[in-house]
């Protein structure tokens, strides 16, 4: 029998590398977007026709009750939000209503209308926050550091109650930095992918950064939304630290990005001041042997191999004007 599988989040990064990973295990995708973001369908690119879009309101409880009702899904992912953290301080409340919001209301919706749905939230390794020990595993004490990390970790605590209280099969992933060539240009990786690119077909000449001693530990998207679906296939529910292990530093990205298109970073790279941020001596790096151990996960793409990937999808991207090449009053942090 064909399973269903619910997304919210559909047309952001993770979405559609879920959406490619379901759709050729057979599973029929749905995914839940609101009225107000259908222009965003268009993200979907090739995957647009295979799957199926149920426009709805996340804020409300009703309509998107009904919507699990009518789809009686196998699976929901839940991973709508607005995902660039410092966009959280502009709007911390919106942040919560909708990160908090939705998962509440679709955890009470699989509850309340019967169905053996399994859950998957969209957890963040920003949950960690002001970290003592390095890495973080599942024991690690929850102490985020901004309006994002204490969204989602209310939606987390939520979810871990509904499952403890109803014995919902739900899970939460906690993922820390994951990219691709879809990640949107805000995000260092990108940023610094499409910089390499336009400035080595000559269509920029500088790339104004913040902390390049800022560490992160990168893997690649597609690996995670593996881990996603692993969660729910497992025998019991449970919280998985997904993360490589392996931490690289802002230099390290510049220098393999621009040495992948045999250019010299420290020619075209500047330091902006107005770029820094603050907090930034924490270091969030995974101790991910828990989903290693369980779920048989690891990641498979290269930290190298995934900045190289994403330098030259930005060249042909830019030979073709898919993107526009990045520009000064662009490199806002
Ligand atoms: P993304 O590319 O930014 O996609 C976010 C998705 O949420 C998009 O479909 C977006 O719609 C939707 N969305 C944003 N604001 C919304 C709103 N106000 N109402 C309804 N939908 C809204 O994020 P991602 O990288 O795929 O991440 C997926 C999830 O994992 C997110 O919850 C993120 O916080 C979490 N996460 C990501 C990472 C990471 O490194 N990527 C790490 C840990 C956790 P539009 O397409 O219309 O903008
Ligand atoms: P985040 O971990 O979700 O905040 O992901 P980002 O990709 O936005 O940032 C990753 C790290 O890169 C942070 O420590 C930033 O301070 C650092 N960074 C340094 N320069 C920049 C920049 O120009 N833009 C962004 N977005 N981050 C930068």
């Known amino acids: 029998m064909t399973h269903t599988a619910l997304i919210t989040g559909i047309t952001g990064q993770d979405g559609y590398y879920l959406s490619r990973l379901l759709l050729n295990k057979g599973y029929r995708v749905v995914g839940l977007a609101p009225p107000s973001r259908q222009s965003s369908v268009t993200k979907l690119g090739d995957l ?20 699990v009702e009518q789809m009686q899904p196998d699976e929901i992912y839940n991973l ?25 209301r679709l955890l009470t919706a699989i509850r309340q209308i019967g169905l053996e749905t399994r859950f998957y939230q969209a957890s ?44 919902l099969f739900a899970c939460s992933g906690i993922l820390y930095n994951h990219e691709s060539p879809l990640r949107p240009p805000q995000f260092v990786t990108r940023k610094v992918s499409l910089a390499a690119a336009s400035i080595k077909l000559g269509l920029s000449d500088r790339l104004y950064m913040g902390n390049l001693d800022a560490k992160r530990d990168w893997g690649f998207a597609g690996d995670y939304v593996e881990a996603m679906w692993l969660m729910l296939q497992a025998d019991t529910p449970e919280d998985y630290v997904i993360g490589t292990g392996r931490l690289h530093s802002v230099r390290d990205l510049i220098a393999t990005a621009f040495e992948s298109v045999n250019l010299d970073w420290t020619q075209y790279v ?33 930290f190298e191999r995934l900045v190289e990937t994403m330098v030259r ?10 993107v526009a090449p990045i520009t000064v009053d662009q490199q806002v942090s």
Do not use: C
């Not at 995902?83 to 709007?91: H, I, K, L, R």
């Open 48 to 67: 647009a026709d295979q799957v199926e879009i149920y426009f709805v309101d996340l804020t409300d409880s009703q309509a998107l009750a009904v919507a």
């Open 270 to 302: 500047d330091v902006d001041p107005n770029l820094l941020r603050v907090d930034e001596h924490f270091q969030l790096v995974a101790n991910p042997a828990k989903a290693k151990k369980n779920l048989s996960w690891q990641p498979q793409i290269s």
């Open 124 to 167: 963040s390794s920003e949950l960690f926050g002001h970290v003592e020990d390095s890495p973080q595993s599942e024991l690690t004490p929850f102490r985020p550091k901004n309006p994002y990390g204490a969204a989602k970790l209310h939606a987390h605590w939520t979810m871990v109650h509904q499952r403890e209280h109803y014995g």
């Open 80 to 104: 709508a939000a607005p995902s660039f953290v410092p966009q959280s301080w502009a709007d911390p409340l919106g942040t919560l209503d909708l990160v908090t919001g939705t998962a509440t």
């Open 313 to 322: 999808t930005d060249l042909e991207r830019l030979k073709t004007g898919a």
